[in-house]
């Protein structure tokens, strides 16, 4: 069973370049989420979705963009990245919004230089 | 004001002792509280929810005190594998995530 499932694993960028995080659950969850993940602060939501098509701005949506095409799949694009967005990132999926139960990925380890 | 505050500790304990920590939230309507364990460079991992009435999961026991605004989680008995960071969770009443930069702690053999 492999629950949720990021990748890359790691990724070094230059300024600028663009890139896609690709997430994807076997759960049939229908709510995914972004977060990222920088040393002193908690976890912070970039974007999520409440099922197939539909997608929405977290708490630090600005320089990402999701889409959700598929129910099991969540992608995460950064246009022109930035060294502000080195960062740990982790896809996660859940049944519902009303329970506190997070199924995470291992993580995205992303360097921007 | 962060949402979700949280002593980053760490704190280093041996073997078999018990070790407790505080996690302060500012949201009063917030409804649901958590406690999830991260492993170094590990994902985050639902350890427990947090009743109101206090509930305990073999040797880790956790409080929710809604007029202080705080949970805790204690940890009875420490084990070398209890060693990781605490995360606390709250869950508001828009069904919003806020997560606490953790707590990390450190058993010692």
């Known amino acids: 069973n492999a629950g949720v499932t990021q990748t890359p694993k790691f990724r070094v960028l230059k300024t600028g370049q663009s890139m896609t995080l690709l997430c994807a659950q076997d759960?049939?969850?229908?709510?995914m989420y972004w977060y990222r993940q920088d040393p002193g602060m908690g976890l912070r939501l970039i974007h999520y979705?409440?099922?197939?098509?539909?997608?929405a701005k977290g708490e630090v949506p600005d320089g990402y963009n999701v889409s959700r095409l598929k129910k099991q799949n969540f992608l995460l694009g950064l246009e022109s990245a930035a060294p502000s967005q080195t960062s740990v990132y982790f896809c996660?999926?859940?049944?519902?919004?009303?329970?506190?139960?997070?199924?995470f990925g291992e993580g995205s380890r992303l360097t921007v230089l | 004001r962060k949402e979700v505050e949280q002593d980053p500790g760490p704190f280093n304990v041996p073997e078999g002792a018990t070790v407790a920590f505080n996690c302060t939230y500012s949201?009063?309507?917030?409804?649901?509280f958590f406690w999830y364990r991260q492993d170094c460079r590990k994902e985050p991992k639902l350890l427990m929810s947090?009743?109101?009435s206090g509930n305990e999961d073999g040797r880790f026991t956790a409080q929710l005190n809604r007029a202080s605004q705080y949970i805790s989680l204690l940890i009875r008995d420490s084990k070398l594998s209890d060693s990781a960071t605490y995360l606390c969770?709250?869950?508001?009443?828009?069904?919003?995530?806020?997560f606490g930069a953790g707590t990390t702690v450190t058993v010692r053999a």
């Open positions: 949201n009063s309507a917030s409804q649901s």
């Open positions: 979705s409440v099922g197939e098509g539909t997608t």
């Open positions: 947090v009743y109101s």
């Open positions: 969770v709250v869950l508001t009443n828009d069904y919003k995530l806020s």
């Open positions: 996660a999926s859940s049944r519902d919004l009303h329970t506190g139960e997070l199924f």
């Open positions: 759960m049939n969850h229908e709510y």
